[in-house]
């Protein structure tokens, strides 16, 4: 398990310090999700990924850096609504508050990617209480996580339909776009607009990897499939169409995730 650390930052909203989770030194190990979610060791280090200040509820990837307009979004119906809402993990309140304060500023690849790390909390959560059972108590045995996750793969691709439409990149590479928005689509069961999407991806030309993934896409969307599949598996799936992959292909990781 990756080492808990923590730094003081003051706010660039209110100018109050708390103490707020650093990134730790996780290796990574296993292949990521078809939608870039890491394996299981970097997975749990998701809480490093976004901060909350505890006095004025700014949540963004670092506390010290304003965005455009952060304090009036902060204060916003809209934000406070979002910031106590029990239908959401508290950690996917934070990635989804977050996203508020991207799409006010105007960068809504930023807030679509923010909704993607809030579907993985909210998968995690829902992953927890189906092997475990209902832990912490009734009230967050009353949430439902799946749906909650649905709900962030919505606003997820609204976002990033959005950032296409401005121009604003969120894939590191040809095709790597639309093999994050077919499996968004897919995973919330919108299999034809998946299957578009994949075309599109095809038709960017992308690296081996990307069009395997792409083509898995395809055919999970044709089955009707809205479970989380890994890059591994859609390596193993075309290796069996074509035979053994090559070395440079075994256990490859998929990072056109941008920043
Ligand atoms: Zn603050």
Known sequence: MPKTMSRKKTCAVCGKPSPQPAVRNAERHGSPDL???PPADVRF????????????????????????????????????????????????????CWSLIE????????????????????????????????VSGTKMGERDEAAAAK???????????????????????????????????RR??????????????????PIRVVETVLEYEQVLAGKGDIDVHTVAEAIKWKGELEG???EAEKGQDATWQSE
């Open 103 to 134: 799409e006010q500023a105007g960068n809504f690849a930023g807030a679509g990617w923010a909704c993607v790390y809030a579907a993985w909390v909210c998968d995690d959560a829902a992953d927890f209480k189906r092997l475990y059972g209902n």
């Open 188 to 205: 919330i069961a919108r299999f034809d607009s998946a299957a578009k999407m994949v075309k599109c991806g095809l038709e960017a030309k």
């Open 244 to 246: 053994p992959a090559t």
């Open 151 to 185: 709900l962030c793969r919505q606003k997820a691709v609204l976002l990033l339909k959005r950032a296409r439409d401005e121009g604003q990149g969120f894939g590191a590479q040809a095709g790597a776009e639309e093999a994050l928005m077919a499996d968004l689509l």
């Open 45 to 96: 280090s998701i809480d490093t990924q976004v901060q909350k200040c505890p006095s004025c509820g700014y949540c963004f990837y670092d506390l010290a850096k304003g965005a455009p307009g952060a304090a009036e979004t902060v204060n916003s119906e809209t934000y406070r609504k979002q910031l106590g809402s029990a239908s959401f993990p508290k950690l996917a309140d934070s990635f989804l």
């Open 35 to 37: 939608d870039t979610r």
